[in-house]
């Protein structure tokens, strides 16, 4: 256990449906990313936050995806009006803002299956 | 795209030392070798990090080519629980620069 939680853990919706996925990172950690993975494939960066501010996002993040962090603590990843091609793991991790340590520590990550 | 090379996959006996080789010919002076490894149905567990000299932690060594255009990862005794996929990436440490994984190596211990 990394200290990153993530809700739920796995995901079953229907195609044209909206979801939402929580994650929890650790307290102290300013830095908070989201990750998708497809079945034989490694890890693809999705977004970034540093506090509140979402700083970077990918060219992968279409128009249906948003990404919050209110508060900058926990953050949630909404994809509206899913598609198959959505089912994948989504993978939150996040990091201390510390330079000399850049780890980035990961959550279980949710599964999504969109039918 | 992923700026570094492994094999696909490999097998180890348990006991035996496991050494996953990464090239990473077009790394820059700034760039760090990374290892993380993704034991299935989890998330990936960060395993070490080198710039030019060789690392060690209690999980596991790292060799870096004199040229640092490739690298070693060493897992001094392997056990079934080391089976995972691992991956090798280049990276700047400072800033907030994300992880770019490749498909990695899936290391299979066998009893």
């Known amino acids: 256990d990394t200290g990153v939680s993530q809700d739920p853990r796995h995901k079953i919706t229907k195609r044209g449906q909206n979801v939402t996925f929580r994650c929890d990172p650790i307290?102290?950690?300013?830095?908070l990313y989201w990750y998708r993975q497809t079945l034989g494939q490694g890890p693809e960066f999705l977004t970034y936050?540093?506090?509140?501010?979402?700083?970077?996002k990918s060219r992968l993040l279409s128009d249906r995806f948003s990404a919050e962090r209110p508060k900058g603590s926990f953050s949630t990843l909404e994809i509206q009006r899913t598609e198959q091609g959505d089912s994948a793991m989504y993978l939150c991790?996040?990091?201390?803002?510390?330079?000399?340590?850049?780890?980035?520590?990961f959550g279980p990550g949710t599964r999504l299956t969109v039918l | 795209d992923a700026k570094t090379t492994q094999p696909p996959s490999m097998d180890c006996a348990e006991g035996r030392a496991a050494n996953l080789p990464c090239n990473h010919s077009?790394?820059?002076?700034?760039?760090?070798v990374y290892w993380y490894r993704q034991i299935h149905s989890q998330g990936p567990q960060y395993i070490i990090h080198?710039?030019?000299n060789n690392e060690t932690n209690e999980m596991a060594s790292l060799i870096i080519t004199e040229d640092r255009k490739s690298s070693t990862l060493i897992l001094p005794h392997a056990t079934l629980r080391d089976t995972a996929v691992y991956y090798c990436?280049?990276?700047?440490?400072?800033?907030?620069?994300?992880?770019?994984f490749g498909k990695g190596t899936r290391l299979s211990v066998i009893a």
């Open positions: 991790a996040s990091s201390p803002t510390d330079e000399a340590y850049n780890e980035q520590f």
């Open positions: 307290s102290e950690h300013n830095r």
């Open positions: 936050f540093q506090n509140e501010a979402q700083l970077e």
């Open positions: 077009t790394i820059s002076g700034n760039e760090y």
């Open positions: 080198g710039l030019k």
């Open positions: 990436i280049v990276r700047v440490v400072s800033g907030n620069t994300p992880l770019v």
